[in-house]
């Protein structure tokens, strides 16, 4: 299966190193994070370009969920849309939803979907059975977080064909 993330994502921590084009793009990650509207645009058509050359109108787009509902809405619903129209994918915002509020992995470095709290997310299994499925998210930092929800929507009957974020956390290891 096909992962893939368009652009890198700095941490704030690592910024004095990146580029001003690096710059650029992390704040206008950092802004869809935040759910503003010319960054939902942005990502939208990035990601759209991405996948433009494909036929995606028996595919179903669903995104990792954000820690809770409030956030979610506001991070991914208007998001969808745009991506699904621009697309002609079918658009499954409605289909996985958080349910109550999940830890924020990136803040108590704790990947709860990771670790088993399936009960944190509800899946319309009926809605995605034998369908294909691209999962689509902001940010993969180790894509431990994005393997279980992938393995959670196999689980559901669905058929993850591949896996798209807007931005991969860079890392700055050295490698010995």
Known sequence: MLKYALFDYIPKRKMRRATF??????????????GKQ????WAAREMARAIRHNDLSDTIIVCIPASCKRTND????????ELCELTGAINGFD??????????????????????ASECIHINDNALKGKKVLVVDDIVTTG???NSFIDMLQSAGADVRG??????????????
């Open 38 to 41: 010319y960054a939902t645009r």
């Open 95 to 116: 289909l996985v939803q958080p349910m109550g509020k999940r830890r924020k992995a990136h803040i108590d470095h704790v990947h709860e979907i990771a670790d088993g």
């Open 163 to 176: 896996a798209l974020f807007l931005s991969k956390t860079k890392s700055y290891r050295k490698n010995h």
């Open 74 to 81: 506001r991070r991914y619903k208007q998001f969808m849309k």
């Open 144 to 146: 431990k977080t994005a």
């Open 21 to 34: 084009e690096q710059q650029d793009t992390t704040r206008k990650v950092l802004d869809f994070k935040a």
